[in-house]
T-cell receptor
Framework: DGGITQSPKYLFRKEGQNVTLSCEQN?????MYWYRQDPGQGLRLIYY???????QKGDIAEGYSVSREKKESFPLTVTSAQKNPTAFYLC?????????????FGDGTRLSIL | DAKTTQPTSMDCAEGRAANLPCNHS???????VYWYRQIHSQGPQYIIH???NNETNEMASLIITEDRKSSTLILPHATLRDTAVYYC????????????FGKGTHLIIQP
């Protein structure tokens, strides 16, 4: 079945370590997104990419980095500069800009600091 | 993107219709209304979207007022599995620059 796969489901990080969250989609979507969700809150946009080899900062990009070398993949790195990385991270994808089709989401990665 | 206002929480009896309201008084002419829901510890699930006409699919119906300043999501026969947080979002272009999520409505289906 087509969909978005995020891995791992749970991730633990030591203070000062970088960690990379995986997001893969087989929906042939051009656009991909990373959101962060804190308890009891809505989602906030970290980074997005509308096409391969291009990406844009969202509302809370500080302390995060991304790459978009392949259409299917949009990994997110949480760097040691992110002071409060414990959160639920969600990846999404959609068809290109100009349409009205919705975003489709993965099931998330829950990151915790040891 | 325009902001939306939703009630924090709602209850509904199992088997009854659940009607979730959303106000979006500053919506622009090219912005669609999208509804998503999120079951605990899962990613948001797309439900339905519309521009100005009422829409229906296998999950729900969307009723948009004539002035487009508010809308209602209707789950016709609510089940316990419909307990979730429901988000109403207005956006143009499917949210190509990212979607703006509020806190949504926590819908609790009572047995």
């Amino acid at each position: 079945d087509g969909g978005i796969t995020q891995s791992p489901k749970y991730l633990f990080r030591k203070e000062g370590q970088n960690v990379t969250l995986s997001c893969e989609q087989n929906l042939n979507h051009d656009a991909m997104y990373w959101y962060r969700q804190d308890p009891g809150q809505g989602l906030r946009l970290i980074y997005y990419s509308q096409i391969v080899n291009d990406f844009q900062k969202g509302d809370i990009a500080e302390g995060y980095s991304v790459s978009r070398e392949k259409k299917e993949s949009f990994p997110l790195t949480v760097t040691s500069a992110q002071k409060n990385p414990t959160a639920f991270y969600l990846c999404a994808s959609s068809v290109p800009y100009g349409g009205n089709q919705p975003q489709h989401f993965g099931d998330g990665t829950r990151l915790s600091i040891l | 993107d325009a902001k939306t206002t939703q009630p924090t929480s709602m209850d509904c009896a199992e088997g009854r219709a659940a009607n979730l309201p959303c106000n979006h008084s500053t919506i622009s002419g090219n912005e669609y209304v999208y509804w998503y829901r999120q079951i605990h510890s899962q990613g948001p699930q797309y439900i339905i979207h519309g521009l100005k006409n009422n829409e229906t699919n296998e999950m729900a119906s969307l009723i948009i007022t004539e002035d487009r300043k508010s809308s209602t999501l209707i789950l016709p026969h609510a089940t316990l599995r419909d307990t979730a947080v429901y988000y109403c979002i207005v956006s143009s272009g499917g949210g190509a620059d990212g979607l703006t999520f509020g806190k949504g409505t926590h819908l609790i289906i009572q047995p």
